[in-house]
Every structure is written in structure tokens, then in C-alpha cells.
């Protein structure tokens, strides 16, 4: 297995889920509907081999080669040392409209052919893409022909040594049997999908639905299109693969001395720690004190905003004594926002991935996990999602730290759609209740998996000097009490 040759692809991420790429001189079906980026995919797959030196042919049955050159001007890539071959506007076959013994079609078909194996004796290709399957299915009058052709090109391609990629539109809802026959006679395939939503981009993944004898990382994966990048492909995450190397630093503190105590010293490195409440309670402000912590002994933290700005978060911070700034432009804090619409699942774990394994961050805070999962339309399935994200930085050795805003405010708050509480390790739950003439703050840990925890009711204090944590002192006798909670 180790000694295989392969093919890279030339998109990011592809070759790690294939295990190193495609096994070289093999035959490939590349699958999915229009606009998922199969066009793209191939282009970027020839010019890795031109990158290697490698000679390569793009032979088009359904695009002329001013289109494909359209495509990768689109994306700053040229078509120089690519050999094209369009056979869309029949210039290269015979005028068979005049013919009255054999089928137009029959002839057309092996004219095909014939021209696409004088074209490869010529230029001896190491890789070749072939777009699409379709025009040759039209060619062909029935199911068996278009079988035994598709065996013909497979056997003359694996005799010559190319690595093969060929081109077709999924058909969805076929009960076509040649489709199953057709899959069968690849060596490996690769499917892509796309979605739309009802607001926001749309939603594209891949999947490897087969690869004879090479391990592949199974299931869907997430891609997206970007203008020079072309295909971009975000592996599922496997955190078991890493090695764990969580709990050999101790505990993470923030510095404020009653909080620390509450939680029996502080919080346990490589867990997850939940930061929950109304709006205005002060989550953000508390997740901060950990950052800014972590920052002043000299580590490394990643912020990830999906509800405000950078600026406004630098702004709030200051206002509160909270100097961000500084580690921000040093670049010991990696803090980026948002729109939780125009990213995927997907795109953002492999964010969050290559920021802990590039800079060994030592804690890292998701305000709010609330605000990104109510963009989704497929808010469960970026929970399960987002616990990998979590199991992965904890075998990193991680804190982090999930911003939940509860539904509603004050008095009128509800439950949430979602039960996200099994995320953490720890839960801090942050409440107001009403003082006459005044609204205050409490916090509670109510959760913590490792330790021994204080579990009174604290009072919680921001203001100007700072934030603190205090003895509780209940409203006297008939004053309000805490606001209601679900």
C-alpha cells in the first residue's frame, strides 16, 4: 500500500482524504449536477500534473476550449501546456449528414474515438480528462453499446498508463441499470453535490463513493468554489487520529481570584467550558478575562466572532480595561469574524484545526455558538460538527470556551431549540435579578466533570475598573427576587 504510486489532484484537501491522491493509472468517474464544480475539479487535476512536468490532455465533448479557457481565466490559471482537444463543434469530424447506409450516430461515435486515440498516440499523456460521458451516451443507441464502449476506452487507457478522470451528470432519479454497470467498471468515484438553502450560500460537499484498494476518509465533506483557489475541499475531522496531549500543563486561570476559586483553581486544560445567559449578563466579557489571561503569560488564544465586528469587540474590551489590541497585532491572538451564513460547517473546524496546530493556542472562545447555529439550515447536524471541533482542541490541549445566549430577555426568556449542554465540561451560568431601582448580576457554576466546584450563587460585577466576583447578598424580605429563568 505504501509503495502505490498516486496522482496528486491539485485540490486542497482531496489528496488527505484519498490517502495521498488518486492512484495513478487508474480510470475515474468524477459525478454530480450541474454547477457543483466538475469542470473546475478537472481543470485543477491536469494542471497539478503540468506543475510535475507531466503531459496532459482535456478532451471536451460538451465545452469548446475558448469556454474552458473562460473558466480558468476566471480563477488566474492558464490553459499553457494543456493539449485541448473540442470535439464539441464537430470541426475535427466529417460531415455525416449525408449518410444513408450506417447511423449518423454509430459513425460519429467512432470518428470520436478515433480522433481522441490519435490525439493521445500523439501527445502520450500522463493524465487525461474526459467531458462528458453524456454526449457519448447520446452517441450510443443503447445501454450495452454505450457499456462496451466505455470498457473499450477504459482498456486502451489502463494499456497506455493514464490516470483518467471522466466527466458525467448524475442522474438522480435513472433506473437505468448501465448507470450501476458504468459505476462498476471505475476504479474509484467521486461525487459532488450542491444545495441551496433558503438565504445564504450555497451548500456544496463531496463525497468518495469508492477507490478500489486504497484507504479513503469515508463520509461527506464539505467544499466550496473560490475565485483562484477553484475547488476547496474541508476533510471531516477524525480527532482520535491526533495524539492527546491534554492535562500536562494543569489548570488555565483568568486571574480573577474569587472566579478561580469557584471553580476549585481554575478551569482543567482540555475541556470545554460553556459560558450561558441572557443578553447583557456579561458572557462575552467573562470569556475575555480568560484570553486576556492566557495572553499575559505569554500563549497564544483564538477568538471566532459570528455577532459582532473585530473592532466593536476591541471597543467593548477597552471599555472595560480589557487591552486586546496589542497580542492581536503581535499575533499571539488569532481572532477573526464572521458571517455565520457565508461559511460552512466544514470550512470553519479546518479554520479552527490549522490555527491549533500552527500556534499551539491555549484557549480558544466561539461567541456565540447560539449566533452560528441559528444561520444554518441544518443547525443539529453543525452541533455534532462543532462537539469534533471540540474533541479535537481538547487533545490539543485547548480550553475552550462556547458563548450560549439564552432566548429571550429578562422576563420573557424561553427555551432554546437546541440541548447543547452536553457540550461542555463545565457550565458557567450567568443570570440578572432585579435590586429596587437597579438589575444585577449573578454567576453559578452549576457543571464541572473534573474537580471539586463552588456551587453558591456569586454576584457579578462589571464596570469600568474591571469586572468582580463577589459574596452574594440576597434582596431583603419582599424585594424582587431573580428574574424568572426557563
Known sequence: MADLKRAQTGVVGLDEILN???????????????????????????????RAGEPVLYVSLSQTKEELEQIA?????????????????????????????????????????????????????????????????????????????????????????????????????????????????????IRLEKRLPEYGLAERRMEIKKLRGSPIRDGYHDISIRQGEGVVVYPRLLPHLQPDISGTNGLIKCDIDN??????????????????????????????????????RGEHVAMYLFEERVETFFRRSEGLGIELRKPFEEGRLHLRD???????????????????????????MIDSLTGYLSALPHSDQ???QMHTVLKYAARRGALSLLIVAQHGLLGQEQSADLDVSYLG???????????????RRTITAVKKRHGPHDLNIHEFTIGPEGVEVEEFNPPPPGAPGPLPTS
Open 338 to 364: 464572521f458571517n455565520p451564513s457565508e461559511i460552512s460547517p466544514g470550512e470553519f473546524s479546518q479554520i479552527v484545526v490549522k490555527t491549533l496546530d500552527d500556534h499551539k493556542v491555549r484557549v480558544i
Open 73 to 189: 481565466q476566471s480563477h488566474g490559471w492558464t490553459l499553457e501546456g494543456m493539449a485541448v482537444q473540442s470535439l464539441s463543434t464537430g470541426d475535427e469530424l466529417p460531415n455525416l449528414s449525408d449518410q444513408t447506409i450506417f447511423q449518423s450516430a454509430d459513425l460519429r461515435l467512432d470518428r470520436t474515438r478515433d480522433a481522441i486515440q490519435q490525439q493521445i498516440e500523439e501527445i502520450n499523456p500522463t493524465r487525461i480528462v474526459y467531458d462528458s460521458l453524456l454526449e457519448v451516451r447520446l452517441l450510443a443507441s443503447n445501454p450495452q453499446k454505450f457499456r462496451r464502449e466505455v470498457l473499450g476506452f477504459k482498456s486502451f487507457l489502463n494499456d497506455a498508463g493514464i490516470t483518467t478522470i471522466l466527466i458525467d451528470t448524475e442522474h438522480y432519479k435513472s433506473d437505468d441499470r448501465s448507470e450501476d454497470q458504468l459505476e462498476n467498471i471505475a476504479h474509484g468515484i
Open 382 to 384: 453543525a452541533v455534532t
Open 259 to 296: 472566579l478561580d476559586s469557584m471553580l476549585g483553581g481554575g478551569l482543567e486544560e482540555g475541556t470545554t467550558a460553556i459560558v450561558m445567559g441572557q443578553s447583557g449578563t456579561g458572557k462575552s466579557t467573562l470569556a475575555s478575562l480568560y484570553a486576556r489571561a492566557a495572553l499575559e
Open 20 to 50: 495521498g491522491g488518486l492512484p495513478a493509472d487508474r480510470f475515474y468517474l468524477l459525478r454530480g449536477a450541474a454547477g457543483t464544480g466538475k469542470t473546475t475539479l478537472a481543470l485543477q487535476f491536469l494542471l497539478e500534473g503540468i
Open 425 to 439: 465540561d463545565s457550565v458557567l451560568w450567568l443570570r440578572m435579578y432585579e435590586w429596587p431601582g437597579v438589575v
